[in-house]
């Protein structure tokens, strides 16, 4: 370790004392400070190495598919696990519409939720609401599933159809959706309001004209992060959302794909290798729709006025 | 057009802590009145009950009557959104609405209150930023975001923004705090100009400012850290810097104060 020896030897620093040293380095110090350098340096490796091995294995497995063009033209219809072929456009379309579908009842009763907590919220009702945000955000997907599931199926006898795992989906979202508006709202100065308040504007209205736009683009940051998460969730789909094989766009009848249900389909069948090379190329397809969320979320992030 | 405001007895609470007692005073119309007083002393607090954005803040209330023209602020079916309207307000911190155009904000106070008519909202947006000496600045940029400007530009924006909905009396918090010192005098040339049309009450900490914009000064104080704020005086300017009644605001004029 050069950085202990580069310290001034003991004996000097006694015998010749200076008014000021800054030369060298105090050896205890320097090694403190590089064992923590490599510490988390390994930890930052520890947290990144499998993300990038299962990107990396993903890609690989997967990638032949994706670059296929029917793989975004054509659904599975007609194809078995032994055949090759065929696509996943009717997975990705039922995941996009539920994804909509969930982001659609999810926002507005999220985004209200939160601007009542922040703008109107006091006392003990709004601690309570509060305290529910927290409990839903820690709810498991497969309970938000089967709570869907025990209310709709078993309670009032519907069947299994792509409209409940919104519902369930949506469950999930809500919570996400709260928290990030709220966090949002927060961040609006307060003098904002006042202006508004001062020029006779009132308090509604100072809210949708003002705060709401003010923190538009977090705000949708927050839906396409919770919508990224909640899009990739594959137990209420397993519960409420039979799987086909042909596109099938009808949420409220008849089986519905999406690309989790699709990556579980062709691992029950995973005997063979075209449907091996499908859940590769599934899951890589999920992770870059995902992705690109994200992207998108970030993107808006930075047109932010707050 | 402009208002007078007569204060009688006005107590001002935060939840249970009494942060202003007994304030009795009388506004000019067509004047500038300041007040002055050190820090906590309550003039910003008695500043903000005048157009009742005190009771905006969590726990704020207010005991005793705000007279406008004779009518009491604080009545019962007195709707606070219309009192706003009547007695506009300029910040400490200039604010403008960071998502709107400079036009959009100065037209925002009648475009929030429902007035649709373009030609209208047009006409209103010059004459504001012409009364608040900022049109011949931006006319060729009105619709660049107002959070652009310079902060002195950003102020007489707000002002522009508080004129715009034509209020009877100008409510303005240390107004130039964090303004350089030509924009504070841009500022307070816009002062003198107001007052002939508009009642301007402002809180400064700056006691030049204080002789050299007000036509009245009052002056507040506070015994301890804790204890409530009260009015001490309030008398022409030239008095209350020349020869005032108590000793108290003698001490702090001169700087003897504490």
């Given amino acids: 370790m050069t950085a202990i020896t580069n310290g001034l030897p003991r004996d000097r620093m006694l015998s010749e004392p200076r008014d000021l040293d800054l030369r060298g380095k105090s050896g205890s110090r320097a090694l403190k400070n590089s064992v923590a350098t490599a510490v988390m340096w390994a930890a930052f490796a520890i947290a990144v190495i499998p993300l990038v091995w299962i990107l990396l294995t993903v890609a690989v497995k997967g990638g032949h598919l994706i670059l296929d063009s029917t793989w975004w033209t054509n659904s599975q219809q007609g194809i078995t696990a032994r055949r090759e072929g065929g696509g996943a456009v009717h997975a990705i379309q039922g995941t996009l519409i539920q994804g909509l579908v ?16 922040v703008e109107y919220g006091r006392g003990r009702f ?8 927290d409990i839903l955000t820690g709810v498991p997907s497969i309970v938000a599933g089967l709570f869907i599931y ?46 508004a308040y ?20 977090g705000i949708i940051t927050g839906v396409l992060l919770g919508l990224a998460r909640v899009m990739g969730e594959t137990a209420p789909l397993l519960i409420l959302g039979p799987y086909t094989k042909a596109i099938a766009t009808d949420l409220f009848g008849g089986n519905m794909a999406t690309l989790p249900t699709m990556i579980n389909q062709d691992r029950d069948q995973a005997v063979t290798l075209p449907a091996y090379d499908r859940i590769w190329a599934a899951a890589l397809t999920l992770i870059l729709l995902i992705l690109l969320l994200n992207l998108l979320g970030r993107l808006a992030g930075r047109f932010s006025k707050v | 057009m402009a208002k007078r405001i007569d204060v009688s007895d006005l107590d001002i609470f935060y939840g249970s802590f009494k942060a202003v007692e007994g304030v009795s005073m009388s506004i000019e119309p067509r004047a500038v009145t300041a007040f002055i007083g050190p820090s ?7 500043l903000r009950t005048l157009n009742r954005m005190h009771e905006v803040i969590p726990g704020g209330r207010v005991e005793g009557k705000v007279l406008l023209d004779g009518q009491d602020l604080y009545a019962k079916d007195v709707d606070p959104v219309g009192v706003r309207r009547t007695v506009g307000m300029v910040f400490q911190r200039p604010n403008p609405f960071p998502t709107m155009t400079i036009r959009d904000n100065v037209a925002a106070g009648l475009k929030l209150n429902g007035v649709k008519n373009k030609a209208r909202l047009d006409e209103v947006v010059e004459k504001s930023l012409k009364g608040a000496n900022l049109w011949n600045e931006v006319k060729d940029r009105l619709d660049k975001p107002g959070a652009g400007l310079s902060g002195g530009q950003q102020q007489r924006l707000c002002i522009a923004r508080a004129i715009a909905v034509e209020p009877q009396v100008l409510l303005m918090d240390e107004p130039c705090s964090a303004l350089d010192p030509i924009s504070t005098l841009a500022i307070e040339d816009l002062i003198n100009e107001l007052k002939e049309r508009y009642t301007i009450v402002i809180v400064t900490h700056n006691m030049q400012q204080a002789a050299r914009v007000s036509d009245q000064t009052a002056f507040f104080n506070l015994k301890a850290t804790g204890q409530p704020g009260k009015l001490v005086e309030l008398d022409s300017t030239s008095k209350i810097f020349n020869n005032p009644t108590e000793k108290a605001t003698e001490d702090y004029i001169s700087g003897r104060f504490g």
């Fill in chain 2, 40 to 46: 906590g002393c309550g003039k910003s607090t008695v």
């Fill in chain 1, 150 to 195: 025990a209310v709709f199926i078993t309670t009032f006898g519907f069947t299994r159809a792509g409209i409940f795992v919104c519902l369930s989906l949506t469950l999930l979202m809500i919570p996400v959706v709260v928290r990030s508006t709220e966090e949002m709202l927060k961040l609006v100065p307060n003098e904002l309001r006042e202006a």
């Fill in chain 1, 198 to 217: 001062a020029l006779g504007v009132p308090k509604w209205k100072t809210i949708f004209s003002v705060v709401l736009p003010t923190a538009f683009s």
């Fill in chain 1, 102 to 117: 969930t982001a659609l009842i999810s926002v507005p009763i999220g985004v209200l939720t939160a601007v009542y907590l």
């Fill in chain 1, 126 to 133: 709004a601690r309570i609401v509060s305290f529910m945000v």
